[in-house]
């Protein structure tokens, strides 16, 4: 038959799917929905979308950028480490003017992997090589979902997303905070928001990159967490933090201050520029990507001087604006090369390579889907190792989602459908069940399919593939509309995992001290 | 400034977008809708998912499954035509057995690209090589709209959507018909579809492959628009068609009397099996793969023993069912292997490659969204040059939707820049500019970004990157809303590419006679 008919054939034929009730939860894992939790790999070649010529290119007027114009670094302590370690520093204007030998020598330190280990051991994850790690949205200031819409964050939000991502086996690693807590004093937050992480999941999470007391405070309940002393933590990485280059070429002291931290606790730093074209960097991609990588290498290098062998990750956050407004817009072809492109950058110096997982929507609709389609495969592409707000980042960043948070469970979990390689061998080219069936036959009951159908194909948590009449009869419900339900459901039924009771006690304990020191007798 | 600082900053910075009339629709060309139509090339690095042994593996099993079961041709001539050039043939069982010598010698005379010219040469395409060609939607028996809901098409309905894939310039090709006009009579209806194709674009078209009556009228009117007779037409083809096999390995009378009218007129078959793993082939992808790989091979081979040299693509159409309804799944993560695996076969045989933008979604939401990038991003991927479906799929093909046109279009055009290659050189690099700006500063007021702006990016035409505030102003509209108001703007706005009135006439006089010799004297 023909394709129109054959499709018009199956369709029709195809049975109702039936209601909720159908929706498998596999809960493989002791709290988990959809495939187990597992460390990701892409066995699949790299994708060099840049040519040999292009990249030298990016990479000499990067040097050249280092060599003529340089960073500013608004921090003396960190002046006089790059001065010590042979940079031109002015101590006038705090520029500091690298040579490449020096760039190069000093970024070839770093590893190319590392492993960073949360309180539950199963659940540590490696940064770089061909791993892939995906992390929850990072930092928005508002939450929405479709009954209460748009509203500011609260530690009550923040609390629910984080639960939905300990409960999404996909998501490798939380946030810092996937919603600032406004209702909580912006000094200690990080505290709570610490505490949250570690409580209603066993997953890696971030360091609020912003200050050396941040990270101070985040080492020290991540080594509660785990039952050992900051001082172990030492060589054993336990938290990861962004650390923002204020672009153009400016590195601010609260962003040093927070890097020297993490570097001498051991710990690794996520170095990313800002770079939207057009508005901290040249309009131009070519530019972009100089930029990108001068002050990226400039900082890594930092890292290695402090600490040679310290564990840091390449990241990139470039994409363009929408030139009539000035927002920027992301998921966008200019953002999937710049993703891609980065790659490249981050392999050519064998780091780990951060990217991120965003679009510019304002509601959870197909360019919600699209845009994040497009940054997911371009990560994927071009070899993210740590993907940054992963799951459930909207507008831009304004807002975390929490139908988004599913849509994007879907999508990465159909990412790693997608990375398992195909077995291809004498069982799977199947010859015999060819010949059983012969011409114009049918592959449903015979037996090579029946041994293999419940578990052949991947199964998915939001995609619906009823036909209409069934569709519709069930409500002609959305993606989005279901994805309403389906987290509901998932922070109805989370169990998180189980915590000593000393251990919740030391980090709440950790937590009143540190907030009466900070706020008073009286904090709560 | 920190990233989230940065996105907060910038989006609320960000001007109100304004109303509809922003939609600069960038009228290039005489009747566009978009970036001007061009054609396309990929330029990127090919990409293999199979290792070489796995490629050799599916080759070896599918030139083995020929050798040891062959194909069942339900047609005679067609018989006496594999045997006298050398194959095994049953009379009685009316199977084809190919030793891979004979299969592989034939399928090198295909050539590895050719063109296709409409009646405006200017819209000429070339398939194979690294082209890439977007086609529009074939065969859906209905069509949607989200006023109108979903209804059976009608002959109105087709001539809308031809209008609509004749405006938006990022369509390379109309197919046959973007949906069947059910209130026409069966026996010639494609005769009305095939004039709608011509009177309504200047761009190429497809045939209806099923049976030769069918392809005879084809060519006749494709000669007439282009001024020509259907013996001018061979050598220099006009259209192409897909032809199906009924996988597994059945190839009917009908499907292969309309391809023998191909290859004698010199115009190129699209040589598609059908291939749902777990239905028409093993649930297996090896076997799908090893399966669509012989069937395609085979019939590829005949076109080659009926004139070696015959223009002819390599199509695949494989993907999974959902196990639980029967129904088939698209834009799934098999989908998109078997897209990028299939791309790597053709390849082997430096064949043209076509593939599919597909999906199984009821409704135009993320899930539409979604399968798609997930379909176009494994097409792209893949190397397809020719992506059928690449405008207006719904619904596992039952649909055509006026709105997934416009979310199509979007796409596409995204993809056409994303594949544009990025320009590294010391202007794009900006060094100076970068000097100029100086740390901390702004890149917006600067001459270099001054003069680039205008062009800089990718501008869409249905994203919305307003901030949330003015986008809820503006009415809150999702991505599917606004394609609603922009097809109909398009139709609205639409002049058809002139047409001779001489050859109007013609094409007019042909269904005619055509129409009295099927239907009676007294048809229309």
Chains 1, 2 share one sequence.
Not at 257 to 267: F, H, N, P
Not at 398 to 404: D, G, P
Request: net charge negative; charged share 20%; hydrophobic share 40%.
């Amino acid at each position: 038959m023909s394709e129109r008919e054959g499709r018009q054939h199956a369709r029709t034929e195809g049975r109702s799917r039936g209601g909720r009730s159908e929706m498998r939860a596999r809960r493989s894992g002791s709290h988990g929905l959809g495939r187990p939790w597992a460390r990701l790999e892409n066995r699949y070649p790299t994708w060099d979308i840049l040519s040999a010529d292009q990249l030298e290119a990016i990479h000499d007027a990067s040097l050249t950028l280092l060599e003529t114009q340089g960073l500013e670094v608004l921090c003396d302590e960190a002046l006089a480490t790059y001065k010590a370690a042979g940079a031109e520093v002015d101590a006038a204007t705090r520029m500091v003017r690298l040579d490449r030998d020096l760039v190069l020598g000093l970024v070839a330190k770093a590893p190319e992997r590392f492993n960073v280990t949360p309180r539950n051991p199963d659940h540590r994850v490696e940064i770089g090589g061909r791993s892939i790690v995906f992390g929850g949205v990072s930092g928005p200031p508002n939450v929405s979902d479709t009954d209460r819409g748009r509203r500011p964050g609260t530690y009550e939000d923040q609390c629910n997303l984080i639960k939905l991502l300990g409960a999404l086996n996909c998501i490798h690693s939380v946030s810092s905070a996937p919603v600032e807590a406004q209702d909580l004093p912006a000094d200690t937050r990080h505290l709570d928001a610490c505490y949250a992480n570690i409580r209603y999941t066993d997953k890696v999470f971030l360091a609020r990159g912003i200050g050396r007391q941040r990270i101070v405070d985040t080492i020290a309940m991540a080594a509660i967490a785990r039952g050992q002393t900051p001082e172990q933590l030492d060589g054993d990485p336990a938290i990861m933090t962004v650390i923002n280059v204020n672009s153009p070429r400016r590195v601010d002291v609260e962003m040093i201050a927070g890097l020297t931290e993490m570097v001498r606790c051991g710990q690794a730093p996520i170095v990313t520029p800002f770079t939207l074209m057009g508005a901290m960097t040249p309009v131009t991609m070519a530019g972009a990507l100089a930029q990108q990588n001068a002050e990226a290498l400039a900082v890594i290098a930092y890292t290695q001087i402090l600490r040679p062998g310290a564990p840091v990750v390449y990241g990139g956050f470039t994409s363009n604006v929408d030139m009539k407004s000035g927002a920027p817009a992301f998921g966008t072809p200019e953002y999937a090369q710049a993703v891609i492109a980065g790659g490249q950058l981050a392999r050519r110096y064998r780091l780990p390579y951060r990217s991120s997982n965003v679009n510019a929507a304002n509601v959870v609709d197909a360019q919600a889907a699209y845009e994040t389609q497009n940054a997911l495969w371009a990560c994927i592409l071009g070899g993210a190792n740590f993907i940054h707000h992963a799951g459930g980042w909207m507008e831009g960043g304004l807002v975390a989602s929490f139908e988004k948070m599913i849509l994007d469970a879907e999508l990465l979990q159909q990412f790693a459908a997608f990375l398992t390689p195909m077995v291809i061998d004498d069982q799977t080219l199947a010859l015999d069940a060819i010949r059983e069936v012969g011409p114009g036959g049918h592959f449903f009951g015979v037996g090579h399919t029946l041994e293999r159908y419940e578990t052949a194909f991947y199964e998915p948590i939001l995609s619906d593939w009823r036909n209409y009449e069934s569709w519709k009869l069930a409500g002609a419900e959305t993606a989005t509309q279901r994805a309403n339900a389906t987290w509901k459901k998932i922070l109805a039924e989370y169990e998180p995992p189980a915590i000593d009771p000393g251990v919740d006690e030391a980090l709440k304990d950790y937590m009143a001290r540190r907030k009466r020191a900070v706020l008073g007798k009286d904090a709560a």
